[in-house]
């Protein structure tokens, strides 16, 4: 079993910074691939980053690169997103999620264990 535990939501304003926390516990390995998701109400959800244990490699939704940035800390028990010049449209509900393999990172359904999710709202 995995525990995956989001914090750092909140509501803030258009351009602000905001720092998601993961804190993960259980059967973890420093070689899992981390993601980061969101859903906004009404919409899919959507990937938003990954950070691929194996490799250190970090993927983003490209409409997100130069504003959201992953990591980790040493230990790899705690993966957090940095988010810059947030905007409106980032308002959701922020999921982390667990796999363990390195492909098909960008696939929700292919995460095994889930957190449950963390607010961030935006306002204008």
């Known amino acids: 079993q995995v525990q995956l535990v989001e914090s750092g939501g909140g509501l803030v304003q258009a351009g602000d910074s905001l720092t998601l926390s993961c804190a993960a516990s259980?059967?973890?390995?420093?070689?899992?691939?981390m993601g980061w998701f969101r859903q906004a109400p009404g919409k899919d959800r959507e990937f938003v980053a990954a950070i691929i244990g194996s490799s250190g490699r970090h993927n983003y939704a490209d409409s997100l690169k130069g504003r959201f940035s992953i990591s980790t800390d040493n230990a790899k028990t705690t993966v957090y997103l940095q988010m810059t010049s947030l905007k409106p449209e980032d308002t959701a509900v922020y999921y982390c999620?667990?796999?363990?393999?390195?492909?098909?990172?960008?696939?929700?359904?292919?995460?095994?264990?889930w957190g449950q999710g963390t607010q961030v709202t935006v306002s204008s």
């Open positions: 259980g059967r973890t390995f420093s070689s899992d691939t």
């Open positions: 999620a667990r796999k363990r393999a390195g492909w098909n990172i960008r696939e929700s359904a292919t995460y095994d264990y």
